[in-house]
């Protein structure tokens, strides 16, 4: 038997069938080091990039401890953001399909309390969540964490960057002290082996190597003088024509002002950084995610956890500082076999993290001449448009619901219609560009289950 099969671990039967239908035959490195760790129920330390499959070893580890008879908080996940939550908790309602009756509750900010509570009142197995709301719910005494068994901190460093450690330090405090301690993290600096050494008790540190396929990812580094970062980005959109690209600045008033000179240059560019109130960032997400958005410029801390499957460029318009960072930047083009372009900008006073990158990739940079950059011709369109209905899940609807609305009455093909996210008071749909009016007026003609909404189109 191969030592990466999922059959090798001591898992139940039913939790390897499980993932067996789900695709999951082979382990990843992050799975295949941390799992044995996990099972043996010891404290773990684990650093890996997103992306590597961290979000099943954990969730499998909680699983299999669960005992489903119990309906008593056994697991608990925190996350830095309401994004990475809902995928987390997703992604072990998918693994914990085998298993009869486990209650996956999620606990974040920018939704009412009161659901959240009743919820709570019911009875739960699994608590994913962001440390402000936990926090919360502990000093409402909502929540009770007495029963805890699993504790998992995922990516811990960006919760501290978000300036949640006092509150992280409140809800482990809440937690048995007999338990079983997670740390997943993209980056493990001093501060932070420092500030987690007080959660954890022997744990077994691994790391996956970090470094990414040259073959999936193909580099290119430009020099610049500082004059011409904005020009240049612009270029390197105009010349290469990616759908979807992320552009990294080290400070949020460097986004704004990069995000306002696309926009002003006719692309379509959205700015992500902190301090956004939640419906803006899930707008603006969504918008990115299905492809209505060509250029999402942002800061690391607000990029982190981001689930977008498909991203044809990353641009460092600012090198970073860690060249670990530099790698989480650019690791997120070339996913799934699909080949990616990571660009970066460097400028005059960049030598000493140009040198650091360089030294972390055991690789020189390949430069390319920004005077070879040419102009394809005509803007860079985004091929969808988003339309948000003023409807969500506490309307009772769901995607197949949207879904069917278009393409029954109002005539709209299947394949016109792209990502479908509900919220819970708002939810949103993707339509090819060249059909979205003619959709907007059939459904406004029309009913979604049996009822008229308000709509409108965002940011197009």
Not at 106 to 121: A, F, K, R
Not at 226 to 239: F, N
Not at 349 to 376: C, F, G, H, M, V
């Amino acid at each position: 038997m191969n030592k990466t099969d999922f059959s090798s671990l001591p898992l139940s039967p039913a939790l390897v069938d499980n993932l067996a239908s789900l695709g999951y035959s082979r382990m990843t490195p992050i799975q295949a080091q941390s799992l044995p760790v996990i099972l043996n129920r010891q404290d773990l330390i684990a650093q890996a990039k997103t992306g590597s499959g961290k979000t099943a070893a954990f969730g499998l580890g909680l699983l299999d401890k669960i005992n489903p008879r119990w309906f008593a908080v056994q697991a608990l996940v925190l996350c830095p953001t309401r994004e990475l939550a809902d995928q987390v908790a997703k992604e072990i309602r998918r693994l914990a399909r085998c298993i009869d009756n486990i209650k996956v509750v999620t606990l974040c900010g920018g939704t009412p309390m009161g659901p959240q509570i009743g919820s709570l009142e019911h009875g739960a197995h699994v608590v994913v969540g962001t440390p402000g709301r936990l926090h919360d719910h502990l000093s409402r005494n909502t929540l009770d964490l007495s029963t805890v068994e699993t504790l998992v901190l995922d990516e811990a460093d960006r919760m501290v960057d978000m300036g949640f450690y006092e509150e992280i330090v409140g809800i482990v405090a809440a937690c048995p002290r007999k338990r079983q301690t997670l740390l997943f993290s993209a980056t493990y600096p001093d501060n932070i082996r420092k500030q987690s050494a007080r959660f954890l008790k022997n744990p077994v540190e691994v790391k996956v190597e970090s470094l990414h396929d040259a073959g999936h990812i193909e580099q290119h580094f430009y020099k610049i003088q500082p004059e011409r970062r904005v020009a240049t980005v612009a270029a390197l959109l105009d010349h290469f024509r990616p759908v979807s690209t992320i552009a990294f600045c080290n400070t949020k008033q460097q986004v704004r002002e990069l995000a306002n000179e696309l926009q002003q240059q006719g692309f379509s560019a959205l700015a992500l950084y902190g301090e956004l109130e939640q419906r803006e960032r899930d707008e603006i997400l969504v918008q990115f995610a299905n492809r209505s958005c060509s250029v999402l410029v942002a800061t690391d801390v607000a990029a982190r956890g981001l689930d977008i499957s498909t991203l044809e460029a990353v641009i460092n318009v600012d090198l970073s500082h860690d060249p670990e960072i530099h790698i989480h930047r650019i690791g997120r083009t070339g996913r799934g076999g699909e080949k990616g372009l990571a660009l970066s900008l460097v400028g005059p006073n960049d030598s000493k993290r140009l040198a650091l990158i360089e030294d972390y990739q055991q690789a020189k940079p390949n430069w390319a001449d920004p005077a070879e950059l040419t102009s394809s011709g005509g803007p860079l369109v985004p091929p969808m448009v988003t339309l948000c209905i003023a409807a969500g899940r506490k309307d009772k609807v769901r995607p197949g619901d949207i879904l069917g609305a278009l393409t029954g009455e109002a005539g709209i093909a299947g394949q016109q219609v792209g990502k479908i996210s509900v919220f819970e008071f708002a939810s949103y749909v993707a339509l090819d560009r060249h059909i979205a009016q003619q959709a907007f007026s059939r459904l406004a003609e029309g009913r979604i289950k049996g009822r008229s909404f308000k709509m409108r189109f965002v940011g197009a």
